[in-house]
């Protein structure tokens, strides 16, 4: 799972996106896992990718053009280094709500039975 996930509102740019998502990966795998998952449930949901993922040279940053929001996955040092968040100041940043593991799980993890 992306850490820190924001959602940011684009209403200024509307003919480009609607949205821009940033994301934190936590290395370099971890930034490969997130991006098949992306792409596998973009297609899932019947949406085309407008453009190729970009980024993949870099081993620190990918892009994913989804249409409707444009997606950023970056590690933690690009993240801060870039602070697309300042970038687009002038925008609504939504904290994006991540599924909470179940409570069944939970008591499993807690009990040490997996």
Not at 7 to 17: A, F, G, I, N, T
Not at 82 to 92: Q, R, V
Request: aromatic letters at 8%.
């Amino acid at each position: 799972m992306a850490q820190n996930v924001h959602l940011l509102k684009m209403p200024q740019m509307e003919s480009l996106c609607d949205y821009v998502i940033i994301a934190t990966a936590t290395s370099g795998p971890h930034l490969d896992a997130l991006e098949r998952y992306l792409r596998r449930e973009l297609k899932g949901l019947g949406l085309v990718l407008g453009k190729p993922v970009e980024g993949r040279s870099s081993g620190s940053w990918r892009i994913v053009d989804a249409g409707f929001a444009v997606i950023h996955m970056m590690d933690e040092a690009s993240r801060k280094r870039y602070n697309l968040e300042h970038i687009w100041s002038e925008t609504e940043i939504v904290p994006f709500l991540q599924r909470k593991k179940s409570s069944k799980r939970r008591a499993k993890k807690a009990a040490g039975s997996y």
